[in-house]
């Protein structure tokens, strides 16, 4: 079992920047490919980026050249690192695990996930 705690969350003004965090217990973060999806108000689960078991990383078109997803195997976590962010931001992010060779998480097909962290960017 893998356990996943969210956090970094906050209130930021648009054009500002958050590093979420991902503390990962229970099993190596490496064995994993990584992501982060996130629930708008009103909205669906969104897919916003991935990061393959070998550490290749997939975008949403949304976030490209803005948001970076990193994993640091010494101290098991994960990161998001937000910049430039829009109030359309707005939304509890989840990290997310997937026990796959191949490909990366999504909302629809994850191993394990984290409890969330809201995000409020403010115009």
């Known amino acids: 079992q893998l356990q996943l705690v969210d956090s970094g969350g906050g209130l930021v003004q648009a054009g500002g920047s958050l590093r979420l965090t991902c503390t990962v217990s229970g099993r190596p973060v490496s064995g994993y490919a990584v992501g982060w999806f996130r629930q708008g108000p009103g909205k669906e689960d969104e897919f916003v980026i991935g990061?393959?078991?070998?550490?290749?990383?997939t975008y949403a078109d949304f976030v490209k050249g803005r948001f970076t997803i990193s994993r640091d195997n010494a101290k098991n976590m994960v990161y998001l690192q937000m910049d430039s962010l829009k109030p359309e931001d707005t939304a509890v992010y989840f990290c997310t695990a997937l026990g796959a060779l191949h490909g990366v998480p999504t909302p629809d097909e994850y191993d394990f996930r984290g409890q969330g962290t809201q995000v409020t960017v403010s115009s």
């Open positions: 990061l393959s078991w070998n550490g290749t990383p």
